[in-house]
């Protein structure tokens, strides 16, 4: 019993140890010793344009964004593109606040007036409508850098690339507890060396892009962010990141916001993770296997390994000062987490943050399962 004891804490240890910190140093190592995949074979055809540049046609799924979603379309209206060549697509999901109509006074070419069907829904029907070469997404809340899109597209010339994700940086409120941020940076670094050996496993939905056939409709309750690029990787293209396209968002102020906000997301992860093809390997070379299963399944497993860490580690405690030091370790972190409550300096928000978004991939996963996914979508608060 000791030794099946040791045996489940040492695995479950080992890895966490490795989605949270030894794969990125795996990485980091491979892209020192490692020649990076040709960015674009000679006198590819790259993406059909006119003039040098590709149409792209922008697409801004909202739903009550009245307050944003001017400044959004003047955002879009200011990139560094040509005008003729740059259409923007407002899909609203049932908005009934004067989002449609703020949108077209601010200038988009396209406002769709859509029954209430969710995000997914609401970008395939802007896709159906959409007439650029290159389709380009955004959030209404982020914010994109005058070249954004010339930096987003440009990989875009290797016909390889299918799909290539931007970078968001995230701007807090003073006095804001959310440690996103931070979580967000070493995210960012992840998914660089992750472009550099193959492709990301991941994307944002403030900035993305992609060749119009790589795009593919998924069931609406689920997400794009995480279900394009392995779908695009499947089938034979690479899902890049272009880490000077930049965009800017709002992050949610508090730590209990940002718990509920995963949380959300989380419902309609699960069931990309269980059902939606993510799990199979096909498709997959060696490498890009192992980084969805260390970077997205045991990342979203976490919150099972940490509970047997705990479990077997308590189990253990009693006749081992090794196995009482390491649950001193795990408990030392609840309690700092907890105690942040009250007293908000930076380690002990770092650790409440740890423990919630972890948690909150367990109760995303607990709603999925008592509930289904869902179609609805809610700005988040805090963000706009």
Not at 72 to 95: F, M, Q, T, Y
Request: charged share 20%.
């Amino acid at each position: 019993m000791r030794t099946a004891l040791e045996v489940a804490f040492w695995v479950a240890a080992g890895l966490l140890a490795w989605t949270q910190v030894a794969y990125g140093l795996a990485l980091a190592a491979l892209v020192r010793v490692r020649r990076p995949p040709p960015q674009r074979p000679p006198d590819g055809p790259g993406v059909p344009d006119g003039g040098g540049r590709p149409s792209v046609s922008v697409v801004v799924a909202a739903y009550r964004e009245a307050g944003v979603i001017a400044d959004k379309v003047a955002n879009l209206r200011a990139l560094d593109w040509p005008a003729d060549h740059l259409e923007v697509i407002v899909a609203c999901d049932g908005s009934d606040d004067g989002t449609a109509e703020r949108a077209r006074a601010a200038g988009a070419d396209l406002v769709l007036e859509l029954p209430r069907g969710g995000k997914g829904r609401a970008q395939d029907a802007a896709v159906a409508r959409a007439r650029g070469d290159v389709l380009a997404f955004s959030d209404a809340n982020a914010f994109w850098a005058a070249d954004a899109l010339g930096e987003l597209v440009a990989p875009l010339a290797d016909p390889r690339v299918g799909y290539v994700c931007g970078q968001v940086a995230f701007e807090r409120d003073a006095g804001g507890t959310n440690q996103e941020g931070l979580y967000w940076r070493h995210e960012m670094r992840l998914r660089e060396r992750e472009s550099r050996l193959a492709s990301i496993t991941a994307g944002n939905g403030a900035i993305y892009a992609l060749r119009r056939d790589a795009w593919v409709e998924v069931d609406p309750d689920l997400g794009h962010d995480l279900a394009l690029p392995f779908n695009v990787v499947k089938r034979g293209r690479r899902a890049l990141y272009a880490p000077r396209a930049h965009a800017t968002e709002r992050m949610v102020p508090t730590l209990e916001g940002e718990f509920a906000r995963k949380r959300r997301m989380m419902r309609h992860t699960w069931p990309i993770v269980l059902h939606a093809g993510m799990l199979s390997p096909r498709g997959y070379g060696p490498l890009y296997a192992v980084m969805i299963l260390s970077h997205r399944v045991l990342r979203y497993a976490s919150p099972l390994l940490h509970v047997v860490a705990l479990a077997t580690s308590a189990a253990l405690a009693p006749s081992s000062a090794l196995y009482a030091a390491l649950l001193g370790v795990q408990v030392a972190v609840l309690l700092a987490a907890a105690l942040a409550g009250r007293v908000r300096v930076r380690p002990l928000l770092v650790c409440r943050y740890y423990v919630l978004v972890t948690a909150s991939l367990a109760a995303g996963l607990w709603d999925w399962l008592r509930h289904g996914a869902t179609t609805g979508w809610e700005p988040a608060e805090g963000t706009r």
